[in-house]
């Protein structure tokens, strides 16, 4: 089945300086990638669609210059937090959509998450 | 607007009792439906779903039917096993085109003890 990979899958980081995280896609090509936020107790927040060979969509309140996202290729989409702050501590999970998956429905496969934690 | 709402957790139960996670939804058209579960450590895995109205998707032996008239789209199981402790969260499509994101509820948190 699809496989989609995260890494870091923690990364610990002092305050300022900036993180790289990684999504890749193993088995499948993802024109889109979604990458969403996960605060404690809460429900997936979605912050931005990720295109292949274009800018990014980001959903309203979502700092683009502090988010990154970069999606350079069919199989890899990355999100840079830039000069990184203790309130940006969180879990990352990004998903796709393989091209091939089950038809008629829009299922996405997450990957397993990035917890950053800023100091 | 889209939105999922589902109830709140934690949700406690003892193995083999019966479970039932309400989750209700707002969209306009016809979205598509899904549960995922997330096991401690891990990522999000789709559970089962459900792309029309009185469709029912079931996966190890949770169940959800989509129902139009009253919104909902409510998991069960019959008997859960202590193995069935994570967080179950219900989502929303409103379109089955690629490049379309999910809607999430805020989770529950389902523990079963033994």
């Known amino acids: 089945g699809a496989v989609v990979s995260q890494h870091p899958s923690r990364v610990i980081c002092k305050s300022g300086t900036s993180v790289k995280i990684e999504c890749r896609s193993l088995d499948f090509q993802a024109t889109t990638m979604f990458w969403y936020r996960q605060f404690p107790k809460k429900s997936l927040m979605l912050m931005a669609t990720s295109n292949e060979g274009s800018k990014a969509t980001y959903e309203q309140g979502v700092e683009k210059d502090k988010f990154l996202i970069n999606h350079a290729s069919l199989t890899l989409s990355t999100l840079t937090v830039t000069s990184a702050h203790p309130e940006d501590s969180s879990f990352y999970i990004c998903s796709a959509r393989a091209v091939h998956g089950p038809p008629g429905a829009n299922v996405l496969t997450f990957g397993a998450g990035s917890r950053l934690t800023v100091l | 607007g889209n939105s999922v709402t589902q109830m709140e957790g934690p949700v406690t139960l003892s193995e083999e009792a019966f479970l039932t996670i309400n989750c209700t939804y707002t969209?306009?058209?016809?979205?598509?439906l899904f549960w995922y579960v997330q096991y401690p450590g891990e990522g999000l895995q789709l559970l089962l779903k459900?792309?029309?109205?009185?469709d029912k998707g079931s996966n190890k032996g949770f169940e959800a039917t989509y129902r139009k008239e009253t919104t909902s789209f409510h998991l069960e199981k019959g008997s859960v096993q202590v193995s069935d402790s994570a967080v179950y969260f219900c989502a929303l499509s409103p379109s089955n085109q690629a490049g379309t994101a999910l809607i999430f509820g805020k989770g529950t948190t389902l523990s079963v003890s033994s």
């Open positions: 969209a306009t058209g016809y979205p598509s």
């Open positions: 459900a792309t029309k109205a009185d």
